[in-house]
């Protein structure tokens, strides 16, 4: 891969750069090829898929439905030794 320099990179610009890979914790390098890819459209981080075929259900059940529900779960999730020797 080719490198390019930067000349007379504003000093306002090269604080936020490397605050930026500070509070990441990586490269200025790496901070400012994902700028550039973030601007130019080129990013490879996918679009996080947001799926809304469920949203009426949430919030729906009442404290008693969600009491009796986690009650159920609770029930299901012990270990029963005898099948464990």
């Known amino acids: 891969m080719k490198a390019i320099t930067l000349r007379n990179l504003p000093p306002s610009v090269e604080r936020t750069i490397r605050q930026r ?4 914790g990586v490269s200025v390098n790496k901070v400012v090829i994902g700028l550039l890819q973030e601007h130019l459209g080129e990013s490879e981080k996918r679009p996080v898929r947001r799926y809304h075929d469920l949203d009426e259900l949430a919030g729906s ?3 008693q439905e969600a009491e009796a529900f986690d009650r159920t779960l609770a029930k299901q999730r012990t270990i029963d030794p ?4």
Do not use: I, P, V
């Open 82 to 85: 005898e099948m464990w020797k």
């Open 21 to 24: 890979a500070k509070q990441k």
């Open 61 to 63: 059940w009442s404290k």
